[in-house]
């Protein structure tokens, strides 16, 4: 299984969790799988999986798309099956558009609103999810890494920076230690975070290549 993420001191992280269910599934008649959430949140260790082990993706040709700024003018897939690692500009949406009205099957891991997704619905089958809206995965992986936590502490960070594995393993290696709550209090002691929204970068982005089911993603 592909790690989540490693933190310094700590034994390796645990191994995937399906906490959308993805991996059960019916997932043959999707046209578009987006899954929307914060970085480090798990939507690309999420794809690598359904490529790996869902009977819909894996052992079939694909390309990778990766942005940002992907210039989708350019692009021409020779697979039917696409990745689409990250979607971050409005415009990203005209290139999904474009790869559906083409006839292919797209994996999308997405930092806009789950709604963009969603619309999509009205013309192609759709499933969009967020994958950081889960306190209970948090505390499913501080488990495992064999850290001291409360639920109420998990739930304070979910709400301020969403349920992202990245936060988890920033705070725990800024202490140094296993102690979840006393990690936080510190953090907050020391650090101040300011949370401004993403413009998106300029330039092109012309990446598109072969993607083995294998590659890393998180």
Same mark, same amino acid.
């Given at each position: 299984?592909? !790690?989540? @993420? ?17 991996? $059960? ?8 799988? @987006? ?30 798309? =990766?942005?940002?700024? =992907? ?6 897939? $020779? ?56 306190? @209970? ?5 501080? @488990? ?38 006393? !990690? ?20 092109? $982005?012309? $990446? ?11």
């Amino acid at each position: 299984m592909t !790690a989540l @993420a490693q933190s310094g001191g700590f034994p390796e992280a645990p191994g995937f969790d399906d906490h959308l269910g993805l991996l $059960s599934r019916d997932l043959s008649g999707v046209r578009l799988l @987006a899954l929307h959430g914060v970085s480090g949140s798990g939507k690309s260790t999420a794809i690598v999986q359904l490529l790996e082990a869902h009977p819909a993706f894996r052992d079939r040709p694909v390309n990778r798309v =990766i942005g940002p700024c =992907i210039d989708w003018r350019r692009l021409e897939p $020779s697979a039917e099956l696409v990745v689409v690692d990250e979607c971050r500009a409005p415009q990203d949406l005209r290139g999904l558009v474009r790869l559906l009205r083409r006839g292919h099957r797209v994996l999308a891991a997405s930092h806009l609103p789950l709604w963009t997704s969603v619309a999509l619905g009205l013309a192609w089958p759709v499933l969009a999810l967020a994958t950081d809206r889960d306190p @209970a995965k948090i505390e499913r992986y501080l @488990a495992a890494l064999g850290a001291d936590f409360s639920a109420e502490r998990v739930r304070a960070l979910c709400a301020r920076f969403g349920a992202t594995y990245a936060w988890v393993d920033l705070i725990l290696d800024f202490d140094g230690g296993r102690d979840f709550d006393r !990690a936080c209090e510190r953090f907050e002691r020391c650090c101040r975070v300011e949370i401004t929204p993403r413009r998106p970068a300029r330039g092109r $982005s012309r $990446s598109l290549r072969p993607l083995r089911s294998g590659s890393p993603g998180r």
